[in-house]
């Protein structure tokens, strides 16, 4: 054991020691109440000469605890994010007051109460305010969605503005952090250090990150994604974060960008994790579901609605028309497009109810061909609203290939889905061109009522069977349909029905069944002109579609004609007869109302994307707000749950490195003590030395 030091220095050193350790603890009684102070520590280690050695002071931090209590703290930011947001939609579609399920009932009720007394003007006018109302109650929660996605667009901006600030402090952070240990090994940067932490906790709160200690550079702290794209890197520079929509501005991409290179990496936000994974979540999973789903349901009713008043009769015995409006929507042009100014539109066909999806459309063309008119190939995809495939129940991707189409302005080509498309700048499209339709994004905001007659509802049937006089037989009729009513006297259109559109049907047309037996039938027009006998039937349902399909069916060239069909029920003689006539003076007839009212419990809408099971409107309503119901539900017990054990990982953080005021309290006494023993040494020494020094007189 080595010891040349003398009292005095020995003194020295304790004084200056506990005087380090006094102001050590003093420091962390004064920053108790600091937001992201960790409690320091100063120690020594005894010298060969005698006395203490120089303090280093460090922080008592435990960096399991603190990994520990930023994963629990994006969990927490995950799911509150999500499930405040998705509580929020979930309140307003679970009201009462707001459910559409009940204004859909109230308006198919006014349907068939007008349908009991259809020359009842008041409730004609009834059943126009129903509609009215309910397509005001479906444009305001769809304007309400929409809000939705522009206040989630600010507050996504806002948090990667957030994010960016903490990255380039924590990067800054870690130059000055090296500097000052590089100048001073014995004093850790506590300050800056508890900033950088407070501001990586920050950042984990925003997003699902890692951290490492860089081993060369001292005191540097690397951040990365979970997923592991770098934030922070080990030269001191760092990435930033962006945010672009293509085709869609409304429906933001997650990039990130180098700060020194001019270089982009598009990130999935599927398992970002944080406020922003919360934010993605919720408008992946529910809000942009439910804005389509809500458009689907609008479009597909107000399609319905309005091909089956079509097929009715009005009070002023004409036609009927739509009640509703159904837009038309904007192909979205992606950024590398040939020609930004190139247009495309869609809209529902008017037999699309069945077969529209919620899935958006990607129409990529594959090539054009000049000619009168010019013709366009393109390939339609539907695809979610991330921009992956809808995949069939195979998990092959739902696409379909069209070439030869006609690119002209105003003419319409059916494609999947229930839609139909207009290319209308012939061969300018480019290979490669690729566009996207969002049918039922934000369609439902603009479907308006554009019946304001309540003459123009069309309850009855345009037409009716009236047996003869002469009939031997007890056939009696017991049920008509009409299926298409598309008015063209020619004939020429391929869907055109035997209806006149000015009171009448076509002439040259079915209007007379005679049978010959009980099992065959004569069909002549209008005037007693024969135009087919049909032979060898089993039954009388359905007499029109039984004579269509007969190989002498003279209108074979049409799709779906006449339009109309009947059945009957009894025995036939022959000789019977039953005349087929426009329903003049029908006002009292309400077959077309009880059908158009029958709309709410029939199944004509599709359930998923990628099936075939058909749902009523009220199930398909139900299921949008049981769905939205049980997430929000699940994200509330995943909050509760994470928020559970980020207090348990914040104690374990605060049981190491909080300051506990009752340790500090002791070891202030402890080390006062120390400091008035090494003062004492030091009076001590300096007595010894005035006793030699007196000797020495």
Not at 557 to 581: C, E, H, K, M, R
Not at 605 to 622: H, I, K, P, R, T
Not at 648 to 660: A, T
Request: aromatic share 8%; proline share 2%; charged share 20%.
């Amino acid at each position: 054991m080595i010891r040349a030091a003398d009292l005095y220095t020995i003194a020295t050193s304790g004084v200056r020691a506990s005087n380090e350790l006094l102001s050590t603890t003093s420091n962390n009684i004064a920053n108790v109440n600091t937001d992201g102070y960790v409690r320091e520590r100063t120690t020594f280690e005894s010298t060969l000469t005698g006395g203490v050695g120089r303090g280093k002071t460090e922080r008592v931090i435990n960096t399991f605890a603190q990994n520990q209590l930023r994963r629990d703290t994006t969990q927490v930011g995950e799911y509150e994010d999500y499930y405040q947001r998705a509580s929020v939609l979930d309140n307003i579609l679970a009201s009462e007051s707001n459910s559409i399920s009940s204004s859909m009932s109230r308006f198919f009720s006014s349907i068939q109460t007008a349908s009991d007394e259809p020359t009842n003007m008041a409730a004609r006018q009834i059943a126009l305010g129903e509609a009215n109302a309910l397509m005001g109650q479906v444009n305001a929660l769809s304007r309400f969605m929409k809000d939705k996605e522009q206040e989630l667009n600010f507050e996504l901006d806002a948090k990667i503005d957030r994010a960016n600030n903490l990255i380039e402090t924590i990067a800054d952070l870690n130059k000055n952090i090296a500097v000052l240990e590089g100048n001073n090994q014995f004093s850790e940067p506590g300050v800056l250090k508890n900033e950088r932490d407070k501001a990586i906790l920050e950042l984990s709160a925003i997003m699902a990150i890692e951290t490492r200690a860089n081993g060369e550079n001292q005191g540097g702290t690397l951040v990365n994604l979970k997923s592991g794209e770098s934030l922070v890197l080990e030269d001191g520079s760092f990435n930033l974060f962006e945010l672009s929509g293509d085709p869609d501005p409304d429906y933001r991409n997650l990039f990130l960008a180098s700060t020194d290179k001019p270089t982009t990496l598009r990130l999935p936000e599927i398992n970002l994790g944080g406020q922003m994974g919360g934010l993605f979540r919720y408008r992946d999973e529910i809000l942009s579901i439910s804005q389509r789903e809500l458009g689907q349901m609008s479009l597909a009713l107000a399609t319905a609605a309005n091909e089956q008043n079509r097929l009715g009769m009005d009070f002023d015995l004409q036609l009927g028309s739509n009640i509703f409006s159904t837009p038309e929507f904007q192909g979205l042009n992606y950024a590398d497009n040939s020609d930004l100014s190139l247009s495309m539109i869609g809209r529902v066909a008017t037999d699309g109810t069945s077969t529209l999806t919620s899935a958006d459309y990607l129409i990529e063309i594959t090539g054009t061909t000049t000619g009168v008119p010019d013709t366009v190939d393109f390939t339609v995809t539907l695809v979610n609203p991330d921009g992956s495939e809808v995949t069939d129940t195979a998990g092959n991707p739902i696409n379909q290939t069209y070439t030869g189409v006609d690119a002209v302005a105003g003419t319409f080509t059916s494609i999947i889905g229930g839609l139909e498309l207009e290319f209308a700048d012939g061969d300018s499209y480019a290979a490669g061109d690729r566009f996207l339709l969002q049918p039922t994004k934000n369609t439902a905001q603009s479907i308006d009522i554009i019946m304001t007659r309540p003459e123009d509802l069309a309850l009855a049937s345009p037409f009716r069977v009236e047996s003869s006089l002469d009939n031997l037989g007890d056939a009696k009729l017991v049920n008509t349909t009409v299926t298409n009513t598309t008015v063209d006297a020619t004939l020429t259109n391929p869907d055109a029905s035997a209806f006149d559109g000015n009171g009448g049907l076509v002439a040259g047309t079915p209007a007379r069944i005679v049978f010959n037996s009980t099992t065959e039938f004569e069909v002549f027009d209008e005037v007693g002109t024969s135009l087919l006998v049909v032979e060898g039937i089993s039954d009388y349902n359905n007499l029109m579609e039984q004579a269509a399909n007969d190989a002498d069916w003279p209108f074979g060239a049409l799709t779906d004609f006449p339009g109309y069909d009947f059945s009957l029920q009894g025995t036939v003689v022959a000789g019977d007869a039953f005349d087929i006539n426009y329903n003049t003076n029908g006002v009292d007839d309400n077959r077309n109302g009880l059908e158009l009212a029958s709309l709410q419990t029939k199944d004509i809408m599709l359930q998923n994307n990628n099936g075939s099971n058909l749902v009523s409107f009220q199930e398909s309503y139900a299921n949008i707000v049981s769905d939205i119901g049980a997430k929000t539900a699940s994200a509330d017990i995943s909050l509760q749950a994470a928020e559970a054990m980020q207090l348990q990982s914040n104690d374990w953080f605060q049981s190491v490195s909080g300051v506990n005021l009752d340790e500090e309290a002791a070891n202030l006494v402890r080390f006062q003590q120390t400091y008035a023993a090494s003062a004492r040494i030091l009076t001590t020494a300096q007595a010894l030395f005035d006793t030699i020094f007196s000797a020495t007189r």
